[in-house]
T-cell receptor
Framework: GENVEQHPSTLSVQEGDSAVIKCTYSDSASNYFPWYKQELGKGPQLIIDIRSNVGEKKDQRIAVTLNKTAKHFSLHITETQPEDSAVYFCAASNGRRGFKTIFGAGTRLFVKA | GAVVSQHPSWVICKSGTSVKIECRSLDFQATTMFWYRQFPKQSLMLMATSNEGSKATYEQGVEKDKFLINHASLTLSTLTVTSAHPEDSSFYIC?????????????FGPGTRLTVL
């Protein structure tokens, strides 16, 4: 079945450094790739998304890249801050699958002050 | 915009009782809502897809008679955990898909923590 692999499972960086989280997906028909940030005890919050007709998207310190050929997409956070510490999930979906979203396993990001 | 609420935020109940969780899209219409459960330090597991005015579609392994879903309007879906047992204790999260969207833009609720004693 469809799946999304996410790496690394844990990432620890120093404040101010960059953090990169990578995902691969199996369903070539996927056309929408959101990234969610989840803080402890809360629901996931959409932080950025990218659609299959775009290769890169940036929003302030956050950027996402998509390589459709390789079925890879990545989240880049620059100038990390302690408040960026959370669990990040990548996901992939498409309309043909009834808009069902497949999530990665999550990356626990620690930003050390 | 795109705010989803859940109620209650947490609930503790005795084994054998039923618990209802509400999911509301506050400022947009949602033809489709999704229900997830999440165990500690794990990813979100889709339980069912709820479409307004029709029966929910359950994922394999999810008992439809145990997890009753009703999506009576474009802004409200409910999940009822019937005859709850301790193993049903989990974090339940709903999400709502924007009506008419070409892509699967979903917005999540804050989650409901269920503890069954």
């Amino acid at each position: 079945g469809e799946n999304v692999e996410q790496h690394p499972s844990t990432l620890s960086v120093q404040e101010g450094d960059s953090a990169v989280i990578k995902c691969t997906y199996s369903d070539s028909a996927s056309n929408y790739f959101p990234w969610y940030k989840q803080e402890l005890g809360k629901g996931p919050q959409l932080i950025i998304d990218i659609r299959s007709n775009v290769g890169e998207k940036k929003d302030q310190r956050i950027a996402v890249t998509l390589n459709k050929t390789a079925k890879h997409f990545s989240l880049h956070i620059t100038e990390t801050q302690p408040e960026d510490s959370a669990v990040y999930f990548c996901a992939a979906s498409n309309g043909r699958r009834g808009f069902k979203t497949i999530f990665g396993a999550g990356t626990r990001l620690f930003v050390k002050a | 915009g795109a705010v989803v609420s859940q109620h209650p935020s947490w609930v503790i109940c005795k084994s054998g009782t039923s618990v209802k969780i509400e999911c509301r899209s506050l400022d947009f219409q949602a033809t489709t809502m999704f229900w997830y459960r999440q165990f500690p330090k794990q990813s979100l597991m889709l339980m069912a897809t709820s479409n307004e005015g029709s029966k929910a579609t359950y994922e394999q392994g999810v008992e439809k008679d145990k997890f009753l879903i009703n999506h009576a309007s474009l802004t409200l879906s409910t999940l009822t955990v019937t005859s709850a047992h301790p193993e049903d204790s989990s974090f339940y999260i709903c999400s709502a898909r924007v009506y008419g969207g070409l892509y699967n833009e979903q917005f999540f609720g804050p989650g409901t923590r269920l503890t069954v004693l």
